[in-house]
């Protein structure tokens, strides 16, 4: 997957969060945009050239979710397991919130777009894969598997 496609993949999963976008079945174009953007971050190698993160202006977190919500009223709670990694029989529920996870991974977008506008490629790719390592990659494979159950 090339620099561009990673971008690409970016824009398509933003543009199922449009509501100005129409959509036959927006819960399965944005299933099949998370899976876009888990493609691309094994894709998104880049050094860490000492380039801050530039935050983007973006809508406030609730306003965010609130829209969200409109386009996606059916998303809700759900059950996961925190510290996956535990021995068996040692795992502890948790309660996954779908709106949250979609929030989060939408602010990180917005902000690997702007800063690949305003800071650069090398620094945008370093981010989008370490913040994926570090925050919305565990947001994005709860949305997924929520979303996995709600469409069999």
């Known amino acids: 997957m090339t620099r561009d496609d990673i971008l690409q993949s970016v824009k398509r999963f933003l543009d199922v969060l449009d509501p100005q976008r129409r959509f036959e ?15 691309a971050y094994h894709s998104a190698e880049a050094p860490f050239d000492g380039t801050t993160h530039s935050d983007a202006p973006w809508a406030e977190a609730n306003a965010l979710r609130a829209g969200l919500a409109v386009l996606f009223p059916d998303l809700g709670l759900y059950n996961e397991v925190l510290n996956i990694v535990a021995p068996v029989g040692e795992l502890e ?19 690997f777009l702007h800063q690949w506008e305003t800071t650069g490629e090398e620094a945008a790719l370093w981010h989008f894969r370490f913040s994926f390592e ?14 996995h159950e709600r469409a069999c």
């Open 25 to 39: 079945d927006r819960e399965r174009a944005l299933r099949a945009a998370l899976d876009g953007l888990a493609l």
């Open 93 to 111: 529920p948790g309660v996954g919130d779908a709106l949250d996870d979609l929030t989060d991974i939408a602010v990180d977008m917005h902000r």
């Open 134 to 147: 570090t925050h919305w990659g565990r947001h994005l494979r709860g949305l997924q598997l929520y979303l």
